[in-house]
């Protein structure tokens, strides 16, 4: 499992958006966690690239590299 999560580094994305770019987001990108913040929603989601300018790189946990996986096998 160690080895496996290490599959998604560099892949694993995190940003605070309004509900309009959330909608956005979700149609480009596989959300994997998301949760309301105040007015903006916080998302975890994959990415082969920084997603937005705000974007932070967050630790891959199994669940991100196992959706990394299978996005990638499709």
């Known amino acids: 499992p160690e080895d496996m999560s290490l599959t998604a580094v ?9 509900l309009a770019e ?20 916080r998302v975890r989601l994959l990415a082969e690239e920084k997603p937005s300018p705000d974007a932070i790189p967050v630790q891959p946990l199994l669940e991100d590299s196992y959706l990394w996986m299978l996005k990638k096998a499709i």
């Open 10 to 18: 560099g892949h694993v994305w995190q940003v605070e958006v309004s």
């Open 22 to 41: 959330f909608d956005r987001l979700s149609e480009l990108y596989k959300i994997v966690h998301h949760m309301r913040d105040g007015q903006n929603i």
